[in-house]
Structure formats: C-alpha cells, structure tokens
C-alpha cells in the first residue's frame, strides 16, 4: 500500500476543520463541524483548529473562537479572495503539510467535495466522503467515520490505520450547531502563503449567487413525490400557510418540477424541521435519511403499506389531490377567523 506524506508516528493531535466563507461569514457546516469537532476534542484532551483561507478574513476568527475552535491557522492572500480549485489544494496543502493534524474535516459542499478529493490524491491519504456520523475510537485515537452503502442496506464504520490526515466530508444538516460563548478566546496563528498568481488556471469571469432557501433548517417542510404529478403550487401554497418552504424526492427534480436545490435526501439536502409533510413519497432511504432529523414527520399516502409510514408520527392514508387542498381550504378559513 502506498503510505500517506505523514503518517501516524508524525501526526500532531489535533483536529482540523476547514472555515468554509460564505457571504462574508462562516458557512454553517464550518460552524457545525466545529461542534462535532469540540466533542471529539474534549473526550481526547487535543487541540481543535479551524484552516481558515481567504483575503481580509482574520475577524472571522473571533466567530470561530466563539464555536469552540483553540487555534486559527489563516492564510489571508488577495489570491484566496474568491474559491479556485488550485490556489487552494495549494494553500491546504502548504497548511496541512506544515502542521500535520491527525484528522481533517470539510463540508461536503461542492467546494469542500472538489478541495477533498484533489487533497486525498495530493496527500495519499484516505477520504470518507458523505459521512453520517463521527467519532473517536478512544483506545487507538482512530476516527470513527459511518457511511452508508448500498443505498442504506449497509452502514460501513471506516477506521484508517496508518494514514494521515484521516479525511472526512459531512454534509450540511448531519450535526447541530453547537452554542457560541462570545467570551470565549483562542490563538490566531497567520501562515505566509507561497501562492503565486501564474498557479491559478481559473478566472473568476462572473459570480452570480442563487437566491434559494437554506432548506437545512426551516421551521416546516412540505416535501411532495412521485405521487404529486408535478403539481407543486398546491404544495407552495401549504407551505406559505406554515411558514415553511418546499422539498421534493427526486424522481419530480429530474423531471424538472422543481429546483435541484430542493431535492431532499442523501443526494440532496438534509433537513431538520419542526415538521416535515411527506405527499405523495414512497419513504425510500435514499429519501428518508433528508428527513430523520425532523420533530414530527406527517406522511400522507394512497397506499396503506407505504414504508414512509413506518417513519411516520401521523400517517394519512388519502389522495394528497384531495387531502391538500381540504387542509389548505381548513387552514386558511381558520386564518380568516382569527383575522377578523
Ligand atoms: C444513489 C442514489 C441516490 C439517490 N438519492 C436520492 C435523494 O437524495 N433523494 C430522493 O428522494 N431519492 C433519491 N434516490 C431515489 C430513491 O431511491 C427513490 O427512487 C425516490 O426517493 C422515490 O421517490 P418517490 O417516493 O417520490 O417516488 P415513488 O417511489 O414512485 O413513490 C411514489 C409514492 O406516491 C404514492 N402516491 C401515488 N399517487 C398518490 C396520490 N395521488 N396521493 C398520495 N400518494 C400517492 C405511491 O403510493 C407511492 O408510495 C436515489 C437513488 C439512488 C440509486
């Protein structure tokens, strides 16, 4: 097997999170990363570092801080202002190779998936991508990282022996965020970067930024399958009466019913609300891992054997042609009433 640029004798114990910028502010994985992240440290007594890359970025620091990160190891460069593929494998690289953490994280968005795969290439080393969960074997100080294969029919625990970093990805959604104590302090350590711009292949021409929702944490989502026929403005319409937002299954998102952004599930979005109203959904595990971490979960389904029942709080065996449009009608003439 070919061994990994550092290996287990070299490592530092350390966790490192990469700090994902977002619209000028850590992104919220970065932030629930950390949380999970604190976990694991504190069991172990090491250090949590957040790899935080970018032009100007050093006052994201305190947020860092404020989520339970030790220490800060930041390459500020007006060549990391915006995301590029090769300025920053560079600079993670430069960073991971001068530090040696025992175990790196990412998001699994499509900047930590793209930066992941190069660095496990770059670093011989191993990669969990789209894991469900984390932990430490405290015996052998391995990371514990659960995948699931096989849609769902098998969940692998993945430990790596020799090699370093121990990588993972986790999807937004997977952890909670932790509690910020803004009194909190830790050390700001800055990296002089060796970037030069004649590295970098990709030209930033335009960034345009969509105007979706984060369906990750919306307080109700009306989620609508198969079963729905494409008619999505019934569901738009249950869902403005909740406060909530729209999801799909997948089969509607190829069909282009609605938005990729919105498909729910292992390659979609997982999503933690108060309510998740399941119309029309057959209850796959490809969908239902999007949904698990909701409260209450209210599935309305022709079929009585549907396996979303089994996941189900409230299982409505009904037409959801015929059940939505009654519950909106309800709804609505309730809301009439309190108005007036
Ligand atoms: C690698 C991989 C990844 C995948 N990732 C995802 C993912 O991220 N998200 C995802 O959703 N899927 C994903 N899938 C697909 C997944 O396996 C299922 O095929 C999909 O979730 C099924 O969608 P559905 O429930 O809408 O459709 P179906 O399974 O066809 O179910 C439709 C349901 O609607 C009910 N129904 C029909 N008419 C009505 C009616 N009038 N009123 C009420 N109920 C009605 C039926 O009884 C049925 O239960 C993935 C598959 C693979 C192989």
Same mark, same amino acid.
């Given at each position: 097997?070919?061994?990994?640029? +550092?290996?287990?004798?070299?490592e530092?114990?350390?966790?490192?999170?990469?700090?994902?910028?977002?619209? @000028?502010?850590?992104? &919220?994985?970065?932030?629930?990363l950390?949380?999970? @992240?604190?976990?694991?440290?504190?069991? !172990? @007594?090491?250090?949590?570092?957040?790899?935080?890359l970018?032009?100007?970025?050093?006052?994201?620091?305190?947020?860092?801080?404020?989520?339970?990160?030790?220490?800060?190891?930041?390459?500020?460069?007006?060549?990391?202002?915006?995301?590029?593929?090769?300025?920053?494998?560079?600079?993670?690289?430069?960073?991971?190779?001068?530090?040696?953490?025992?175990?790196?994280?990412?998001?699994? $968005?499509?900047?930590?998936?793209?930066?992941?795969?190069?660095?496990?290439v770059? !670093?011989? $080393?191993?990669?969990?991508?789209?894991?469900?969960?984390?932990?430490?074997?405290?015996?052998?100080?391995?990371?514990?990282?659960?995948?699931?294969?096989?849609?769902?029919?098998?969940?692998?625990?993945?430990?790596?022996?020799?090699?370093?970093?121990?990588?993972?990805?986790?999807?937004?959604?997977?952890?909670?965020?932790?509690?910020?104590?803004?009194?909190?302090? &830790?050390?700001?350590?800055?990296? *002089?970067?060796n970037?030069?711009?004649?590295?970098?292949?990709?030209? !930033?021409?335009?960034?345009?930024?969509?105007?979706?929702?984060?369906? $990750?944490?919306?307080?109700?989502?009306?989620? &609508?399958?198969? =079963?729905?026929?494409?008619?999505f403005?019934?569901?738009?319409?249950?869902?403005?009466?909740?406060?909530?937002?729209?999801?799909?299954?997948?089969?509607?998102?190829? *069909?282009?019913h609605?938005?990729?952004?919105?498909?729910? &599930? /292992?390659?979609?979005?997982?999503?933690?609300?108060?309510?998740?109203?399941?119309? =029309?959904?057959?209850?796959?595990?490809?969908?239902?891992? %999007?949904?698990?971490?909701?409260?209450?979960?209210?599935?309305?389904?022709?079929?009585?054997?549907?396996?979303?029942?089994? +996941?189900?709080? +409230?299982?409505?065996?009904?037409?959801?042609? /015929?059940?939505?449009?009654?519950?909106?009608?309800?709804?609505?003439?309730?809301?009439?009433?309190?108005? %007036?």
């Amino acid at each position: 097997m070919v061994s990994s640029l +550092y290996g287990i004798d070299q490592e530092g114990k350390s966790i490192c999170v990469f700090l994902e910028v977002e619209a @000028g502010g850590l992104a &919220g994985i970065s932030l629930e990363l950390i949380a999970k @992240g604190r976990e694991i440290c504190d069991q !172990l @007594g090491w250090q949590l570092v957040g790899l935080l890359l970018g032009n100007k970025v050093s006052e994201l620091a305190e947020i860092g801080f404020a989520y339970g990160l030790d220490e800060i190891w930041m390459g500020d460069d007006p060549l990391l202002d915006h995301f590029t593929i090769e300025a920053y494998t560079f600079a993670t690289f430069q960073v991971l190779m001068e530090h040696k953490p025992s175990v790196f994280l990412l998001g699994a $968005t499509p900047n930590g998936r793209d930066l992941a795969g190069r660095l496990a290439v770059r !670093l011989r $080393t191993g990669l969990n991508a789209d894991c469900t969960d984390l932990r430490m074997n405290l015996q052998d100080e391995r990371l514990v990282c659960e995948v699931s294969g096989f849609g769902g029919g098998v969940l692998a625990l993945i430990e790596m022996a020799e090699h370093r970093p121990q990588m993972a990805t986790v999807r937004p959604g997977v952890f909670s965020l932790g509690e910020p104590d803004l009194n909190r302090n &830790g050390r700001l350590v800055p990296i *002089e970067m060796n970037l030069q711009s004649d590295m970098i292949q990709t030209h !930033l021409i335009e960034r345009s930024v969509g105007k979706d929702v984060d369906l $990750t944490s919306v307080p109700v989502l009306v989620a &609508g399958g198969r =079963g729905v026929d494409g008619d999505f403005k019934m569901l738009e319409e249950l869902a403005q009466l909740l406060g909530g937002e729209i999801g799909a299954t997948r089969p509607p998102v190829d *069909e282009g019913h609605i938005q990729r952004e919105r498909q729910i &599930g /292992q390659t979609g979005v997982v999503s933690s609300p108060e309510i998740a109203i399941c119309c =029309g959904i057959s209850g796959a595990f490809h969908f239902v891992v %999007g949904i698990e971490k909701a409260d209450i979960v209210i599935a309305i389904n022709t079929d009585p054997e549907a396996p979303i029942f089994d +996941y189900a709080d +409230y299982c409505i065996v009904a037409d959801v042609h /015929q059940f939505v449009p009654a519950l909106i009608e309800a709804l609505s003439l309730e809301r009439e009433v309190s108005i %007036g």
